[in-house]
T-cell receptor, first 117, second 112 residues
């Protein structure tokens, strides 16, 4: 079946602009996660949703970052007033959720490469 | 100090060699452990979960040492196709859906 999809695959923007990154999880997965990966580093957690609600947003670096998942499926990560330091690959992942087991697998999408000039 | 630490490498080994990576974690609340593989400019993909008693999947063996708070990955008879970055990840608690905390990754190159 279809995996996690993310759009756009690449996004170039100017400092100060607003961007939206979209994630479409695997069908039936109730848990959705956003991570950010800088060059040479592992993915860094941003936020995760269980259904429509943000269960843990402790990784959002500041209030310029916001994410929504209004219908419990597709999620949008929104970044206001972008800064050059926001340049990274933004990865989305999904998992079954619902307490399906502690070894529950997270499946990652291909990521959105964001470059802030 | 980062919560999950790995030797970034790079590791350059000849085809057919055995290679081992370690990953240390500092949060004793960590309950679930994973190895992911990430190819260049691709997303991480789960290689294997790490179970308390250790587990093996073909040429890959994962071990967990809770007392010393590290996990390891052993690759036997390495293939050219094993060249990738290997990320260890931990999850706190027993609940299924929780964030993963990743190490920075260890880059492996298998040479012909």
């Amino acid at each position: 079946g279809a995996g996690v999809s993310q759009t756009p695959s690449n996004k170039v923007t100017e400092k100060g602009k607003y961007v939206e990154l979209r994630c479409d999880p695997i069908s039936g997965h109730t848990a959705l996660y956003w991570y950010r990966q800088s060059l040479g580093q592992g993915p860094e957690f941003l936020i995760y949703f269980q259904g429509t609600g943000a269960a843990d947003d402790s990784g959002l670096p500041n209030d310029r970052f916001f994410a929504v998942r209004p219908e419990g499926s597709v999620s949008t990560l929104k970044i206001q007033r972008t800064e050059r330091g926001d340049s990274a690959v933004y990865l989305c992942a999904s998992s079954l959720g619902g307490g399906s087991g502690y070894q529950e697998t997270q499946y990652f999408g291909p990521g959105t490469r964001l470059l802030v000039l | 100090r980062k919560e999950v630490e790995q030797d970034p490498g790079p590791f350059n080994v000849p085809e057919g060699a055995t290679v081992a990576f370690n990953c240390t974690y500092s949060n004793s609340a960590s309950q679930s452990f994973f190895w992911y593989r990430q190819d260049c400019r691709k997303e991480p993909k789960l290689l294997m979960s790490v179970y308390s008693s250790g587990n093996e999947d073909g040429r890959f063996t994962a071990q967990l040492n809770r007392a010393s708070q590290y996990i390891s990955l052993l690759i036997r008879d390495s293939k050219l196709s094993d060249s990738a970055t290997y990320l260890c990840a931990v999850k706190h608690g027993w609940q299924g859906a929780q964030k993963l905390v990743f190490g920075q990754g260890t880059r492996l190159t298998i040479n012909p």
